[in-house]
């Protein structure tokens, strides 16, 4: 399975009301720096390594149909609260009227799956962080806030934040749960229907950023994709948690497809702490 890295997808036309075409789905690519480094050994073959999800297996994952000028693009979220919703700064820094947030969803091709809803957010109700700088990745985080409270049920349930007092964590070594509706290979041409899940280790971030030339910092966070387990295109914004706690929102990856054995990269949640309080009054102050 791949996740989107700093890759969203770009639909032909904004539908409105009427049900979506996903099979008019197409790439649009946020640019990301290559880096210029030594090349790295990578794997061989068409490698995907991920799994189909059950249905209410995440219900904290939502997916998010973007408006945006001249079309709509596809990107992941994740629930923290009955109202606020994670995502990534790139996926709703060039936001037109707003965005369909897509609740208990499994399959988002079916309108009428159970246990699904969708809730439009206007532009106004959706905060991009301050300090984001799209040259650089850096502080790709926003909210999303719903306009009425949502009723958790066994499709819709919040993930955990850190606990303040780990704001210092790496979580390196420890293994994750990255989630999404992404391509599921390079050759893909499009998101994929149903949603799909890997998971995979976190390095040190010592051992990250020399792939990416000074593009991973300390808001990062990365994982290992041996194997070619990895986020690629129409997953940016969606979850990297760890028993039930969100640790991460996929931030990017490297341009030249997903499958090439180079790190995925993350938002680092637990540097954001502090401003998602701020902003949405949730946090996480443990027992």
């Not at 962080?129 to 349930?157: A, G």
């Not at 290979?185 to 950023?209: F, R």
């Not at 290992?224 to 129409?234: E, F, L």
Request: glycine fraction near 10%; include cysteine.
């Amino acid at each position: 399975m791949r996740f989107a890295c700093a890759t969203v997808f770009l639909l032909a036309a904004i539908l409105g009301a009427q049900a979506v075409d996903w099979s008019s789905v197409k790439n649009m690519n946020i640019e990301v720096p290559v880096p210029n480094i030594h090349p790295r050994s990578v794997p061989n073959g068409r490698i995907t390594n991920g799994e189909l999800a059950k249905p209410q297996q995440f219900p904290y994952q939502v997916g998010l149909l973007l408006y945006l000028q001249g079309g709509a693009a596809w990107c992941g979220g994740t629930i923290i609260s009955d109202r606020w919703i994670v995502t990534a700064a790139h996926c709703t820094d060039s936001l037109t009227t707003g965005v369909d947030v897509y609740l208990g969803a499994w399959d988002r091709t079916d309108a009428k799956e159970v246990g699904q809803q969708i809730i439009f957010v206007e532009t106004k109700n959706v905060i991009v962080h301050e300090d984001w700088i799209p040259e650089t990745i850096t502080n790709d985080i926003s909210l999303i806030k719903l306009p009425v409270p949502i009723e958790f049920n066994d499709y819709i349930q919040p993930a955990k934040l850190p606990v303040k007092s780990n704001t210092y964590q790496t979580y390196a070594g420890e293994s994750a749960i990255a989630s999404g509706w992404g391509k599921i290979s390079d050759s893909a041409t499009g998101a994929t229907d149903k949603l799909q899940y890997a998971v995979a280790p976190i390095m040190n971030n010592s051992g990250c950023s020399p792939w990416y030339a000074g593009l991973v910092v300390s808001t990062n966070i990365c994982i290992k994709t041996t194997g070619g387990i990895s986020t690629c295109n129409g997953d940016s914004g969606g979850p990297l948690v760890i028993d039930g706690t969100l640790i991460g929102a996929t931030s990017f990856g490297i341009a030249f497809g997903c499958e090439k054995g180079w790190p995925g990269v993350f938002t680092r949640i637990t540097s954001y702490l502090d401003w998602i309080e701020a902003k949405s009054e949730v946090a996480n102050y443990g027992n």
